[in-house]
C-alpha cells in the first residue's frame, strides 16, 4: 500500500486550503467555517469533490501546519512536500528532508526557496501567480479611475433633479455654438494617461499594479527597500526614487506593503505634507500603513485630492465613521481580492501541479 504523502505547509489563512482539499482529518470546525467563507459563490463540498478526484496520488493526505522556521525543519523529516509564503527552503531543511518531491512558493517569486539547491536535490520548485494579486491590481486601477472620472460622485446623476441634489444646477450650453459633452459641468476629472503613479513597495501585487499604469500611460515610481537591478526596472518601465521624491512628484500614491511593525504608520503627517496637493492615494494593501488621524487631517485640510480604503481600519465600519463623512473618501468591504473563485482556482493548480511533482 502506497504511503500517505505528508505536506508541511506554512501557517497562512489562505494556504490552510491544502488542509481543507488534502486531510481528511482535518478539524470539522475549520471545514465548516471555509465551507462558509465560500457559500455566497461555490459549494466547498463539489469542489472538493472535483478536485480530489483529479489528484488521487496526492489524496489523501496529511497536512501538518507549521508557524516557525523552528517548526518546518522538525516536520520535514518525513515530508513528501512543502508550501510556504515567507519560510525558507534552503540547504540546511533540504538536507533535513530525504523523502522531499517538491517544494511550493504560494506565489510568483520563489525568493524562500533556494532554487539552486532544489535542483541539485531534484525537488521541484512550484510557484504560482495567484489570480487574487491581479484582482488586486486590477481592483486598484478600479478605484483609480472611480476618482479620476468621479464615478463615485455621478454615476445615476442623469437627471436635472438628480445632479441639484449634490448641487450641480443645470445649465446648457448654447448647442448653436458649442459641443455638449459633459452638460453637468462636472470640473475636476482626471486622467491616468500622463499622470505619476507612486507606488511604495513593488512585490507581486506592487508589479501587476505597475503593469496596468504603464499599460494606462502612467509614469511609474516606486520605492522600497531593495532597489531592482537595473535591466529588470527598464523592462517593468519603472523608476527607483526616494520616498521624499516619490511623494513630491506622484499624482497617486499607492502604498502595497505588508502588515508589521515596520510598515505600521509609515505614512503619517510628515509623509502627507510632502505630498503633492491634490494628489490621491489607493489604499489596497494594508490599513494601518497610513496613520488614521494625520489621514482625515489632510483630506479635511483639502491637500489631499482624494483617499480610497479596502480594506478597513475596521470592519465593519461604525456608520459614525469621520471618513464615511468626507466626499472625497471611497471605502469598499474588502473586495480587491475578490471573487472567492480566484482561490479555488489557484488552489486546483496547487494541487494538480503538487500531485505532477509527487507522481515523478
Same mark, same amino acid.
Given at each position: 500500500?502506497?504511503?500517505?504523502?505528508?505536506?508541511?505547509?506554512?501557517?497562512?489563512?489562505?494556504?490552510?486550503?491544502?488542509?481543507?482539499?488534502?486531510?481528511?482529518?482535518?478539524?470539522?470546525?475549520?471545514?465548516?467555517?471555509?465551507?462558509?467563507?465560500?457559500?455566497?459563490?461555490?459549494?466547498?463540498?463539489?469542489?472538493?469533490?472535483?478536485?480530489?478526484?483529479?489528484?488521487?496520488?496526492?489524496?489523501?493526505?496529511?497536512?501538518?501546519?507549521?508557524?516557525?522556521?523552528?517548526?518546518?525543519?522538525?516536520?520535514?523529516?518525513?515530508?513528501?512536500?512543502?508550501?510556504?509564503?515567507?519560510?525558507?527552503?534552503? @540547504?540546511?531543511?533540504?538536507?533535513?528532508?530525504?523523502?522531499?518531491?517538491?517544494?511550493?512558493?504560494?506565489?510568483?517569486?520563489?525568493?524562500?526557496?533556494?532554487?539552486?539547491?532544489?535542483?541539485?536535490?531534484?525537488?521541484?520548485?512550484?510557484?504560482?501567480?495567484?489570480?487574487?494579486?491581479?484582482?488586486?491590481?486590477?481592483?486598484?486601477?478600479?478605484?483609480?479611475?472611480?476618482?479620476?472620472?468621479?464615478?463615485?460622485?455621478?454615476?445615476?446623476?442623469?437627471?436635472?433633479?438628480?445632479?441639484?441634489?449634490?448641487?450641480?444646477?443645470?445649465?446648457?450650453?448654447?448647442?448653436?455654438?458649442?459641443?455638449?459633452?459633459?452638460?453637468?459641468?462636472?470640473?475636476?476629472?482626471?486622467?491616468?494617461?500622463?499622470?505619476?503613479?507612486?507606488?511604495?513597495?513593488?512585490?507581486?501585487?506592487?508589479?501587476?499594479?505597475?503593469?496596468?499604469?504603464?499599460?494606462?500611460?502612467?509614469?511609474?515610481?516606486?520605492?522600497?527597500?531593495?532597489?531592482?537591478?537595473?535591466?529588470?526596472?527598464?523592462?517593468?518601465?519603472?523608476?527607483?526614487?526616494?520616498?521624499?521624491?516619490?511623494?513630491?512628484?506622484?499624482?497617486?500614491?499607492?502604498?502595497?506593503?505588508?502588515?508589521?511593525?515596520?510598515?505600521?504608520?509609515?505614512?503619517?503627517?510628515?509623509?502627507?505634507?510632502?505630498?503633492?496637493?491634490?494628489?490621491?492615494?489607493?489604499?489596497?494593501?494594508?490599513?494601518?500603513?497610513?496613520?488614521?488621524?494625520?489621514?482625515?487631517?489632510?483630506?479635511?485640510?483639502?491637500?489631499?485630492?482624494?483617499?480610497?480604503?479596502?480594506?478597513?481600519?475596521?470592519?465593519?465600519?461604525?456608520?459614525?465613521?469621520?471618513?464615511?463623512?468626507?466626499?472625497?473618501?471611497?471605502?469598499?468591504?474588502?473586495?480587491?481580492?475578490?471573487?472567492?473563485?480566484?482561490?479555488?482556482?489557484?488552489?486546483?493548480?496547487?494541487?494538480?501541479?503538487?500531485? @505532477?511533482?509527487?507522481? @515523478?
Amino acid at each position: 500500500m502506497p504511503e500517505t504523502p505528508l505536506l508541511v505547509v506554512e501557517e497562512d489563512r489562505f494556504l490552510r486550503m491544502l488542509q481543507v482539499v488534502l486531510d481528511p482529518d482535518i478539524p470539522a470546525e475549520r471545514y465548516a467555517a471555509f465551507k462558509d467563507f465560500f457559500a455566497h459563490e461555490a459549494d466547498l463540498d463539489d469542489y472538493c469533490a472535483r478536485v480530489r478526484a483529479t489528484v488521487p496520488g496526492l489524496f489523501p493526505a496529511r497536512v501538518q501546519m507549521v508557524e516557525t522556521q523552528e517548526e518546518l525543519r522538525a516536520a520535514l523529516p518525513e515530508a513528501h512536500g512543502v508550501a510556504v509564503e515567507a519560510l525558507t527552503v534552503g @540547504r540546511e531543511e533540504l538536507a533535513a528532508a530525504p523523502k522531499l518531491k517538491f517544494a511550493q512558493k504560494y506565489g510568483l517569486a520563489p525568493a524562500p526557496i533556494d532554487t539552486a539547491a532544489c535542483a541539485e536535490r531534484g525537488v521541484a520548485v512550484l510557484t504560482i501567480r495567484r489570480r487574487a494579486n491581479i484582482a488586486c491590481a486590477e481592483h486598484a486601477l478600479a478605484l483609480m479611475l472611480t476618482q479620476a472620472r468621479k464615478f463615485d460622485r455621478f454615476i445615476g446623476r442623469v437627471t436635472v433633479n438628480r445632479l441639484a441634489e449634490i448641487g450641480h444646477h443645470y445649465k446648457p450650453f448654447d448647442r448653436r455654438h458649442t459641443p455638449y459633452s459633459n452638460w453637468g459641468r462636472v470640473g475636476g476629472i482626471r486622467m491616468l494617461h500622463g499622470a505619476t503613479l507612486g507606488l511604495i513597495g513593488l512585490g507581486e501585487i506592487g508589479r501587476e499594479i505597475a503593469s496596468r499604469a504603464v499599460a494606462f500611460g502612467m509614469r511609474v515610481l516606486y520605492f522600497q527597500r531593495r532597489r531592482l537591478p537595473e535591466d529588470e526596472e527598464k523592462a517593468r518601465d519603472v523608476t527607483y526614487a526616494p520616498l521624499d521624491t516619490l511623494l513630491a512628484e506622484a499624482d497617486w500614491m499607492v502604498p502595497q506593503l505588508p502588515e508589521g511593525p515596520a510598515t505600521r504608520h509609515l505614512i503619517g503627517a510628515p509623509q502627507l505634507a510632502r505630498l503633492k496637493p491634490g494628489a490621491f492615494i489607493v489604499n489596497v494593501s494594508r490599513p494601518d500603513v497610513i496613520e488614521r488621524a494625520a489621514l482625515i487631517d489632510a483630506l479635511r485640510s483639502g491637500r489631499l485630492g482624494g483617499f480610497a480604503l479596502d480594506p478597513l481600519y475596521q470592519a465593519p465600519t461604525p456608520d459614525d465613521d469621520e471618513l464615511l463623512q468626507l466626499k472625497n473618501v471611497i471605502m469598499v468591504p474588502h473586495l480587491a481580492g475578490a471573487p472567492r473563485l480566484n482561490a479555488l482556482a489557484d488552489f486546483e493548480e496547487i494541487v494538480t501541479g503538487m500531485a @505532477r511533482a509527487l507522481a @515523478r
